[in-house]
């Protein structure tokens, strides 16, 4: 699988300088023109201007074609511009023309990576002719492209060589704050990045850099100053552009990400990012030609993206293509197996091609969590009756009608255990292979040795998110919600994302510190106030606690999203606006949300009391209200609602 990655060009604009110093030798051209335009595009990029630079430098070359330093310049602007195919064109040619390429073997090196070949460029990097003033530069994309083919210790090796070489080189600090997030070091990233904003403040790299890790750590509108104070220094700076316009759609604001994608297009016409941000919107809006068009224009160049093969799968379910569908999803499922909306999505894919013994397969562990919603048990329920077993299937419709959710579990997946403990144990501190280990152990009930596992991982990644997480999770699974607590608050000030942020929320609710978990999701949502998760857990608690217009406010934000076919996101809308006192609009709510769901006593005992409550003494609220009792006959709070109209009807009589 190919890892994709950011390597700074800001060396090019520093290389600037190395171009003024020689001066004399770039004005040995042969055309008073060329040297006027050279001299003209040294200038710019020094400024941070590398597009007027290129203009400058290719009129230059086409007014002396000859002129290998002219095209050694415009190399570092094209490396500026991402372009290494360009780059190493013009760096071919100038080493034909006469450039020693002991001089370029630096730029040579990144251009090769850029290109997506990171071998050759190690070999240029490391060749043993690099001259002494470039043997920081060389250094730092030797390690970029050992983290290109995944060498995580020697790519290490190689940035503690750039930054011993030369420790006041910002594009160093950007590419190791890089390198650190892709291995899920939070805090060394933090540090790398601090360095590069003390050496760089108005660096678009750095700035880009610190944006994101201020969108990971505070979220999503904490990091959009940041994104514009990269854009203010270069309004053209492509990375800046495109995880702007990414976190503009994470926060719903679809017409600005829009707008962000056609300047990227207009820069860059063939942009894959861009393409696949207007897909999605288009799949969002219900516009499925619309988003495969976009897709389409992406091509294969996102396919070693999670997201990518999530779309495409839903794409072919859209149209029918149920094995299609099922071909991207099983890739996702493999790469990401606990990521439960593609597992249910893979089950789906599975179940419409007629695959119902891999489709039991996939989705029998996620109905057996006690926290699986009705879509998925009734899902479950759809595959067994295709296997001819009804009791089970009459089973899962029975407990997708009774939302009694439990506590959320891990996922009781049953992996290749001997080959995951093998990895997992040649060293107890790597995280991808232990965190996986830690869930399965929790899943298979052994809590005591998960923790001392996840234990071991933490101590050894304190900067890593996940491994507190890790932590988290087996004193979760052992009944230490207070512990568990304080482990996601340690994971969260490294990044809060919408995991992060519901473990903890559930977390301090379960340990009986109600006000910290309102204040875990409120803190979320202020920064990313479209979840939809965060938005039906903050409801859920703010009707608890009597605030009726906040919980409204949220499930109907959360409506906005999902349409009007989830009926226990209708009963909650219901008994907000009857808290509201509207019990008009309640009973609305509660009809619709009982016609999808006639056998459910939440519905019936929902639509029982709203009727009830707009009408008075009326048969259809008994009828209702006795059907609930009926199907739930344990529940206190469906009795009451009984008991009160029973009530009703003897003063009337």
Not at 120 to 132: F, G, M, T, W
Not at 191 to 210: E, F, H, I
Not at 299 to 322: E, I, Y
Request: glycine letters at 6%; proline letters at 4%; one cysteine or more.
């Amino acid at each position: 699988m190919k890892r994709r990655w950011i390597v700074s060009a800001g060396a090019a604009l520093l290389g600037a300088v190395a171009l003024i110093a020689p001066i004399q030798t770039l004005l040995a051209g042969n055309s008073d023109d060329a040297r006027a335009m050279v001299q003209r595009g040294i200038a710019a990029l020094a400024k941070g201007n590398p597009r007027t630079a290129r203009v400058e430098l290719m009129n230059a070359i086409r007014a002396d074609p000859d002129w290998a330093d002219a095209r050694v310049a415009q190399a570092r602007v094209l490396l500026a511009l991402g372009d290494g195919a360009g780059a190493k064109g013009e760096l071919d040619r100038a080493r034909t023309l006469g450039a020693p390429p002991r001089n370029t073997r630096h730029l040579m090196a990144h251009a090769l990576l850029l290109s997506g070949e990171p071998e050759a460029a190690l070999k240029e990097a490391q060749a043993n002719d690099v001259i002494p003033q470039q043997a920081a530069y060389a250094a730092r994309i030797a390690a970029c492209a050992f983290q290109a083919l995944s060498q995580i210790p020697q790519a290490a090796a190689a940035f503690d060589k750039s930054i011993a070489l030369d420790s006041n080189d910002a594009d160093t600090w950007i590419d190791l704050g890089r390198f650190h997030l892709s291995t899920g070091d939070r805090a060394a990233a933090l540090v790398a990045s601090d360095r590069a904003m003390a050496l760089a403040p108005r660096r678009p790299a750095a700035l880009t850099l610190r944006a994101e890790l201020i969108r990971d750590q505070y979220g999503a509108k904490a990091s959009l100053p940041w994104f514009e104070q990269a854009l203010a220094s270069d309004a053209h700076y492509l990375p800046a552009l495109v995880e702007y316009a990414a976190t503009l759609a994470d926060m719903g604001q679809a017409q600005r990400m829009l707008s962000l994608t056609r300047r990227i297009l207009a820069l860059d016409p063939n942009n894959p990012r861009a393409y696949f941000m207007q897909s999605v919107l288009a799949a969002r809006a219900g516009n499925m030609d619309l988003a495969r068009q976009m897709l389409e224009k992406v091509g294969n160049r996102l396919d070693d993206q999670p997201a990518t093969l999530l779309l495409r799968g839903v794409l072919h379910l859209d149209s029918g293509n149920a094995r299609l569908a099922a071909d991207q999803l099983a890739s996702l499922v493999q790469w990401q197996p606990f990521n439960f909306q593609a597992r249910l999505l893979y089950a789906r894919a599975l179940f419409q091609a007629g695959e119902f013994g891999e489709a039991d397969a996939t989705v029998t562990p996620l109905a057996s969590r006690a926290d699986a919603d009705s879509y998925t048990l009734l899902l479950a329920g759809r595959v067994h009756e295709a296997l001819g077993d009804a009791g089970a299937a009459q089973s899962l419709r029975a407990r997708a009608s009774r939302p009694d959710l439990g506590s959320s579990a891990l996922l009781p997946l049953d992996p290749d255990l001997p080959s995951l403990a093998v990895a997992a144990n040649a060293d107890m501190r790597v995280a991808p292979t232990n965190i996986s280990y830690v869930r399965v152990l929790l899943a298979q009930g052994d809590a005591s040795v998960a923790l001392s596992r996840a234990t071991i991982l933490r101590d050894a990644n304190r900067g890593a998110p996940e491994a507190y997480v890790a932590v988290g999770d087996a004193q979760a699974e052992a009944g230490r919600w207070d512990q568990a607590a304080r482990s996601y608050a340690a994971a969260a000030n490294l990044s809060y994302s919408e995991g992060i942020a519901l473990r903890l929320a559930a977390a301090w609710n379960r340990a009986g510190q109600t006000a910290q978990a309102e204040e875990a999701l409120a803190l979320y949502l202020e920064q990313n106030p479209d979840s939809i998760a965060a938005n039906r857990l903050a409801a859920t608690a703010w009707m608890r606690a009597g605030d009726w217009k906040r919980a409204a406010a949220a499930l109907e934000s959360v409506r906005a999203k999902l349409g009007n076919n989830d009926a226990y996101l209708l009963t909650d809308l219901a008994w907000a606006y009857l808290g509201l006192g509207d019990a008009r609009q309640a009973s609305v709510y509660a009809a619709h949300a009982y016609r999808m769901f006639p056998s459910s006593p939440v519905t019936s005992d929902a639509y029982g009391w709203m009727l009830f409550k707009a009408r008075g003494r009326n048969q259809a609220s008994l009828d209702l209200l006795e059907k609930a009792v009926a199907l739930s006959p344990g529940n206190t709070v469906v009795r009451g609602h009984l008991a009160t109209i029973n009530a009703a009807t003897r003063r009337k009589s």
